[in-house]
């Protein structure tokens, strides 16, 4: 049909950046609209606007970013495609790559944050190793505005809360980039809620004690005395401190170095 054939000529005869640009559009304005979406996607347009970021222009990488996070938010609807369109590795890459300024990062933020919320695809597209999840979330975090880090906060928070995805975040080492979240001044609510909460799921994994000594420990004896936070996070940070103390006997020294007994006291 017609839609293929644009589809065709867009993808692979097209030499000319300009005249991919002109098409991807259009087929991003088919994708958007209501009435035609359905069939967009049975066609493969949103497949065909992935692979135009192979040609790394940032109209194309933008136009695709756009029309995932739009996906996104029907995303129970679209699994079998996103997941077929690895679109968890497609984000994370976008990020990743030498043109994914701000703007692209924030948009992946909150379609990852979006996707993370389904099962399946946090099962088969996050939890899988080449999705390079926690390398995406690092590179997202230098946005450093307080919506973007909650969306952040949000997918570290769904992977943790799920045996396979807290291996990932095991595997790839996610303790010190969780923490980081966190650090500096005015750190949102929501976003300490989120990040104390996911450390204290994966605090039940005895071989990331020694990292969350390291890196974690400052902050959940901070959020633990800190009257002004949330009863629940506070109760998390206990929660990892006693998880810490009791298997992990180097955190001990750690912690009432700092004044951890206090903060204790003070809850």
Same mark, same amino acid.
């Given at each position: 049909?017609?839609v293929?054939?644009?589809? #065709?000529?867009?993808?692979l ?5 300009r ?10 304005? %088919?994708?958007?609209? #209501? ?5 967009m ?6 497949m *065909?606007? #992935? ?9 194309? /990488? ?7 996070? /739009? ?6 609807? /679209?699994?079998e ?22 703007q692209?990062?924030? @948009? ?8 993370? *919320?389904?099962?399946?695809?946090l ?21 450093? +505005? *307080?919506?973007t ?14 045996e @396979?995805?807290? +291996? ?5 080492? *996610? ?5 980081? %979240? ?7 609510? @929501? ?20 990292a %969350? ?5 400052? %902050? #959940? ?14 109760m ?28 204790l006291k003070?809850?």
């Open positions: 049909g017609t293929q054939d644009v589809i #065709v000529i867009t993808v005869r097209a030499n000319d950046v005249t991919k640009q002109v098409l991807a559009q259009a087929l991003f304005n %088919l994708l958007a609209r #209501v009435d035609t979406r359905r069939e996607i049975d066609c493969d347009v949103p *065909a606007l #992935v692979r135009l970021t192979r040609v790394e222009d940032p109209i194309l /990488n933008l136009l695709a970013t756009n029309m995932l996070k /739009n996906l996104s938010c029907e995303a129970d609807k /679209n699994v495609k996103l997941l077929e369109m690895r679109v968890v590795r497609v984000l994370v890459s976008q990020c990743l790559s030498s043109g994914g300024g701000v692209i990062k924030r @948009k992946c933020a909150a379609t990852l944050a979006n996707l993370a *919320a389904v099962p399946e695809i099962d088969k597209g996050f939890c899988d190793r080449q999705s390079n999840i926690v390398s995406g979330v690092r590179s997202i975090a230098v946005a450093r +505005d *307080a919506e880090l909650e969306y952040v906060a949000t997918i570290c928070y769904y992977l943790a809360a799920f @396979k995805g807290r +291996d990932e975040l095991v595997a790839q080492e *996610a303790v010190p980039v969780l923490a980081s %979240l966190c650090s500096g001044e005015d750190v949102p609510a @929501k976003v300490r809620q989120l990040v104390v909460a996911a450390l204290t799921h994966i605090s039940n994994d005895p071989s990331t004690h020694e %969350l000594t390291e890196f974690a420990l400052p %902050l #959940v004896i901070e959020t633990m005395a800190g009257a002004v936070h949330a009863h629940d996070t506070r998390n940070a206990m929660t990892l401190l006693c998880n810490l103390i009791v298997h992990h006997e180097p955190s001990r020294g750690a912690a009432v170095a700092l004044e951890a007994l206090p903060a003070a809850f």
